[in-house]
């Protein structure tokens, strides 16, 4: 039992004190060692599809940190990508791909090369499994179906999705037939990435609070259910924790509706509020703001003994609400593992 990942006990159910840690984007633009090595590649897509950079980035912060899990190093945005969509980042402006928005478009895309395509992530996660030691849980990832539609109708990020929302209204046959087509391809890949060694599946769906209620069915609980109800299937030992950023009051029906195994909380739930609608077995995740990682100081241990105390006697990991920002400080991650740690 020593080596078997703390992160996967709690996710079992167990309840640990000190909590597992692990930190969303906790790879990525914060690090000077990661700044560095993404200066010498321009393209972004080829950087998450170049497996010697993907396992190099996604090592670095357990380097520094005594993290309790390993995040694969690489995109939501290469689903589309692998489906045959236009997909570039561009410096400072995010995601930009050539909008989905008619039966045309949606002709030219296809699962014919998708898994040959994102091979390189299989690579990536089978090289990662050799080199992490037991105790470590190697976590891979997708976007939820909803989050990967609105970025490939829109065509971008966007602050209202509007875009992607007017589909459902206007064409909601071919929105289903896109919906349907990302369900399968997200199916096909993170039962991939269970074949090539994740041991924990976590959902981004960093767009759900942007969808009206009457919509909610359709657009999140239903595809999100399908893929859950396909992985339990497939892979009935692995965990998924679901992260539906910004739904507020419709966690419980999400829970409910979706038959999610566990839930990544953002920093925008009031706990008192939340928890007594929640089954006190529901593993949960998260919920430190960001920004409070950023400030650092007292803050950060006022914050977090915050949230310890709210989530006591539930299984719960620690993490934050969203991700790590560029603007943190790496020593303030090196303080909140301190923090964390000393309990128990
Ligand atoms: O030049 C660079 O270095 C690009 C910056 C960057 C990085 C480091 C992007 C572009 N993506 C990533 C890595 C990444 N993205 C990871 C692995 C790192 C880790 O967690 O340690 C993960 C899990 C993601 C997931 C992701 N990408 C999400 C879901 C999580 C979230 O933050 O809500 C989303 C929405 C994206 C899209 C995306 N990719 C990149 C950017 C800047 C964005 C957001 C664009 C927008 O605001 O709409």
Partial sequence: MESYPKLLQVLKGNILSPAPVWLMRQAGRYLPEYRALRQKYSDFLQFCLTPDLAVEATLQPLRRYDLDAAILFSDILVIPHALGQRVAFHEGKGPQLLPLRSQQDFSRLGLDRFLETLSPVFETLRR??????PEKALIGFAGAPWTIFAYMVEGGGSRTFSQALQLWYRDPALARLVMDLICEATEKYLV???AAGAQVLQLFDSWAGVVPSPLMEQVIYAPTRRLLDFLRQEQPDIPVICFPKGI?????TYVEATGVTALSLDTCVDLNVLLPQLSPRLPLQGGLDP????????????????LEKSLAGR????????GVVPETPPEHVAQLMRIVRDRG
Avoid: T, W
Wanted: glycine residues 10%; aromatic residues 6%; positive net charge.
């Fill in 128 to 133: 990662l499994r050799v080199s992490l030691s």
């Fill in 192 to 194: 991939a990435q269970v």
């Fill in 248 to 252: 507020g009051e419709k966690i419980p």
């Fill in 291 to 306: 920004q409070v990682l950023v400030a650092g100081g007292q803050i950060l241990e006022q914050e977090i003994r915050r």
């Fill in 315 to 322: 299984p719960y990991i620690f993490n934050l609400g969203h």
